[in-house]
């Protein structure tokens, strides 16, 4: 069975650790990106660790030159688990992230394909080319659709990696659709479908039960 991220993309400190508090006991990570960073601060990351003791991995979808990428890495791994990563820029500001990554433990996932309808126009296209390029870099992850759970299988054949997948709740995609495609090593993404919830506790249960059905 796949696990469970929350993304969690408010703009409040309090806000974030509130919810981190109420969902810990049935989220297996958090990923965050730049809403709550830009607002609350790159420790913010440590802030949510120290409540959850989960894995966090920071949503920054990496995406320049070598040298940069590696400014960038630095700086965020000294908080974060992982960090995610476009692989469209090429191998050579993936492995400047890699190199950073591996020297601190930590991990590195990049993206094939995303999860809104925008991606089919410039990212699909290319995104079989960088699930290949993933698996040639040993990436830990990657990421790819569950809006789309023909691409997300394809992309994870080719891939052969663990994948994340976003896009199940407010996107419309569904559990029941992914769950086969999934296994323990996966994780599925779910954001504003709990975040938002009246109650999140609720509803990051009310998933982690349907995940483990699967």
Do not use: W
């Amino acid at each position: 069975m796949p696990k469970l991220m929350l993304a969690l993309d408010v703009l409040d400190r309090d806000e974030a650790l509130k919810i981190v508090e109420d969902v810990k006991d049935y989220v297996d990570a958090i990923k965050v990106g730049y809403p709550l960073v830009l607002s609350a601060g790159l420790k913010i990351v440590e802030e949510i660790k120290k409540l959850c003791n989960k894995e966090v991995i920071c949503d920054f979808k990496v995406a320049d030159i070598p040298a940069t990428n590696e400014k960038i890495a630095k700086i965020t791994l000294k908080y974060a688990d992982g960090i995610i990563v476009h692989g469209f820029v090429g191998e050579d500001s993936v492995k400047a992230v890699q190199d950073v990554a591996k020297e601190l433990n930590k991990k590195v996932i990049m993206v094939t394909e995303m999860s809104h309808p925008g991606a089919v126009q410039f990212m699909q296209p290319i995104a079989d080319k960088l699930a290949e390029m993933a698996k040639k870099l040993k990436v830990d992850a990657i990421v790819a659709p569950s809006t789309r759970p023909e691409r997300l299988k394809e992309i994870k054949e080719i891939a052969k990696l663990p994948v994340i997948t976003p896009g199940v709740g407010a996107q419309g995609g569904k559990v029941e659709d992914i769950i086969n495609i999934l296994d323990e090593n996966d994780y599925v993404i779910v954001g504003r479908a709990i975040y938002l919830s009246e109650n999140p506790k609720e509803a990051a249960k009310k998933y982690k039960e349907m995940l483990n059905k699967g």
